[in-house]
């Protein structure tokens, strides 16, 4: 019998818990569009999420054939971040089936963390304002770790400060930062393939991957048995 109370389960943000896309979608477009710059299309948007903000600015402009200098990729970053506090929830949701499965994590008394490229604070401030915030035992964002995803470090740092064990923990996500994180810290990876993935995230050989949050629990079974 498992248990529980033993395990971390450690749950990406973007594209794994909530889909954040249009939000990030609108702001980027809210950015772009005051320093004259072309509208990017969702599709662009959604494959550049998973490596913070920035990262996600600069491969938008990227695909759309844009050069950014450090000066005006700092002011769309700037403008991105003053639009995307005021319209962080409007449209972001959890995705099917995940609050259902926390719903059960949580009853088992299982140990829930996030572990996001977002910021600390746009973190917190997304799961406070669509109440999700106590599921989790802790929240690391980027700004909160030694090092981000792809590093291990980051991924080991939120097991112990959820006070869990690196060997009875698993990391559920929807990107190749977070299939890294997970291979460089040893601990095993769920892919959820509704999220963001990137293009990285298809050469690598993924054992468990789910297209439903509804899954999670039996994988979860199944790794921990
Ligand atoms: O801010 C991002 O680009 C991604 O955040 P994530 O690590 O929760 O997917
Ligand atoms: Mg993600």
Known sequence: MTRWHDKTV????D???????PDLHASLCYAFDKEGLAAVDLPTVR???GHGARAMIQQSADRSGTTLNTALLDLLHQ????YYVEHIADHSKPFDGIIETLDVLKERQAKIAVCTNKTQSLAEHL????????YFDVIVGADRASEKKPSAKHIIETVELANGTIEDAVMIGDSSTDAKAAAASSVPFIYMTYGYPD??????NIPHKLDTARNILA???DIFS
Do not use: K, P, W
């Open 47 to 49: 494959s550049a999420i």
């Open 15 to 21: 594209g794994t818990l909530i889909d954040t896309a």
């Open 79 to 82: 403008h991105f971040l003053d």
């Open 127 to 134: 799961l406070g304002d669509i109440r999700m915030a106590d």
């Open 10 to 13: 450690l749950f990406d943000l």
């Open 219 to 221: 994988v979860l079974e």
């Open 199 to 204: 293009a990285v995230l298809g050469d690598m």
